[in-house]
């Protein structure tokens, strides 16, 4: 069966990640970067357990009511030192000292992913339906504790996961994050893998987007990816679509 016709387009979801108060200042170029090339919706993925200020919070608000929309991205996006062998392999290949769930209980993971939702609504902040664990790793969480956690959907590396039904939503993801000439080699070819495999498959391809990224080995890759010809959608809204409900989220570019 043919998926509905909403969903059939070329389509890709971008995302910047580690919205923290220090990293704000480099959030803004990257989104300097992307509203000069009409690329929306972008999702912000904020990290609330650092400290916030006022202004910092009236910044996040500000965008929001210019279009963006807003995830939760972990409590403090820091892992404890690895307890087991994959947390350090994860570490050594993927997510350094980044990976929060890694390495923690069950009971600790479902804390701070609660801690992260009521944070947002504490502020004054929409509440997002959609949580990003850092470096995409759930750790010890199951399917049936996804299901009793505040958030509806949950991206993986594999794509997006629905609270209510476990189903996995496959979609491939494009990252830039390359400090080093190894890193810049590895993740070029699964980019182009990937993009490969959004453009053949009708999936959505996640632009996954860090703050550093524009001063990055990958910069240039960054810029023509977002050059493409992409229908830019919210993976709530694609989701919504997808499991033929009412699409949700914006289309529109942010106002400048």
Not at 181 to 186: F, S, T
Not at 189 to 212: E, F, K, T, Y
Request: with cysteine; charged share 25%.
């Amino acid at each position: 069966m043919e998926p509905p016709a909403a969903v059939t387009a070329r389509q890709a979801v971008v995302s910047v990640h580690d919205v923290t108060p220090p990293k704000l200042e480099a959030v803004g170029r990257v989104l300097d970067l992307l509203e000069s090339g009409n690329v929306a919706p972008v999702t912000l993925l904020v990290v609330p357990g650092f400290r916030w200020e006022a202004p910092e919070i009236g910044r996040l608000r500000e965008l929001v009511g210019r279009g963006y929309l807003l995830a939760g991205h972990g409590w403090e996006h820091r892992a404890p030192p690895p307890a087991n062998l994959f947390h350090r392999l994860h570490a050594a290949l993927v997510s350094r000292d980044q990976a929060e769930h890694l390495s923690r209980t069950r009971a600790d993971v479902r804390e701070r992913v609660r801690r992260c939702h009521d944070w947002f609504e504490r502020v004054g902040l929409p509440r997002p339906e959609l949580y990003v664990p850092p470096a995409w790793a759930l750790g010890a969480l199951t399917r049936s504790d996804l299901a009793r956690l505040p958030f509806r959907w949950y991206e993986v590396l594999a794509g997006f996961l629905d609270a209510r039904s476990s189903r996995l939503t496959a979609a491939p993801v494009v990252g830039f994050e390359a400090d080093t000439v190894g890193r810049q080699v590895a993740l070029g070819a699964v980019n182009r893998l990937n993009l490969c495999l959004g453009r053949c498959s009708r999936r959505p391809v996640r632009i996954a987007i860090h703050p550093g990224d524009l001063g990055l080995r990958l910069a240039p890759a960054l810029r023509s990816v977002l050059e493409g010809e992409w229908r830019y959608t919210s993976a709530e809204s694609f989701l919504a679509a997808r499991n033929g409900g009412p699409p949700s989220g914006s289309t529109t570019a942010p106002q400048v």
